[in-house]
């Protein structure tokens, strides 16, 4: 693998041999592949892991910084001509580039790294035991689940208690988080898959999917809601009982309230959020003879264009 390996582990060449198992142990935590899916996590991970490879054995790292190898472990040129082994061979074989995850499962100093991360322990003979590929049989750590869980909209927003059934069958209750939000991920840590031998069990990943409701929406920690109010509501004034996602409240309607005015209520949204009432007028469901001869009436002496000043 071409390129500089402290630049792949983040720390200086005057790095101490802790500084770089520390800086290694940082990016497996992040990166490694049962960990993150994205890959260029995978990419970064299998640099710095080669990079630590090369690193951690101090005689490799004073050839590389004095320049008889390179970044992969190979003789450069000029070293090469009196330091080639019998037929041909890298004395160091394979180096930074050669190693990959392979070397790790026979690496006594990389145990108590991955011990740490996944709670496995180190084998016997020297494997480490069952993520990934760093060792064989033996002790193993679950594999993790990940998995959708819908959740109704107030649940979501008030927190509560719902269940998932397992892609293996049975159920798993989960704690909903208050304020929960579309696109969020709840980890249970050891309701994945069971271990084999001491190896502990993985995590289950939910990723949190939310129901619509019939008339709330959500601004982050604020409620949205379009409140109808009636026609003599909006000319008199009124009080009128107002759903929050705690019940209803009384909301007090201004005389003279016009559709889309918008009220809010301090405190009733999400975790301390608001919520914001928008008004919308509704007509009677039928327009009878006394209202229609009022409103004639009422236009021959008062009629007024809320339309002025959009004409072209």
């Not at 990940?146 to 159920?171: E, N, S």
């Not at 050891?190 to 619509?212: C, M, Q, T, W």
């Not at 201004?254 to 005015?261: D, E, F, H, L, N």
């Not at 002496?301 to 809320?306: I, Q």
């Amino acid at each position: 693998m071409a390129g500089d390996p402290y630049e792949a582990l983040g720390v200086s060449r005057g790095a101490t041999a802790d500084e770089i198992k520390k800086a290694y142990r940082r990016i497996a935590k992040t990166d490694h592949p049962d960990l993150n899916a994205d890959p260029a996590a995978a990419a970064r991970f299998s640099a710095a892991s080669a990079a630590y490879d090369l690193l951690k054995d101090p005689e490799q790292r004073k050839r590389f910084d004095a320049g008889e190898i390179d970044a992969s472990g190979q003789e450069r040129a000029t070293a090469r001509q009196w330091r080639q082994q019998p037929g041909g061979g890298n004395p160091f074989g394979g180096g930074f580039g050669g190693s990959g995850f392979g070397g790790h499962a026979q690496d006594p100093d990389l145990a108590d790294v991955f011990a740490d991360l996944f709670g496995q322990r180190q084998q016997p003979r020297g494997g480490f035991g069952g993520f990934g590929g760093f060792g064989g049989r033996g002790d193993q750590r679950g594999q993790d689940l990940r998995l959708a869980l819908r959740v109704d909209f107030l649940t979501a927003a008030k927190g509560g208690r719902t269940r998932i059934t397992l892609p293996a069958g049975g159920t798993l209750e989960v704690a909903v988080p208050q304020g929960v939000r579309e696109g969020q991920t709840i980890r249970l840590r050891g309701k994945g898959e069971p271990g084999i031998g001491r190896g502990g069990p993985g995590d289950a990943y939910l990723e949190v999917s939310i129901a619509e409701h019939p008339f709330f929406r959500r601004d982050g920690d604020d409620i949205l809601l379009t409140l109808p109010i009636s026609l003599d509501e909006a000319i008199l004034g009124a009080k009128v009982a107002a759903p929050t996602i705690d019940g209803p409240v009384n909301l007090t309607i201004p005389k003279g309230a016009t559709s889309g005015q918008k009220l809010r209520l301090r405190g009733r949204g999400v975790k301390g959020g608001d919520q914001h009432v928008e008004l919308r007028i509704a007509m009677p469901p039928k327009i009878d003879p006394e209202l229609e001869a009022f409103a004639q009436k009422w236009r021959e002496s008062h009629a007024y264009d809320p339309r002025k000043g959009m004409g072209s």
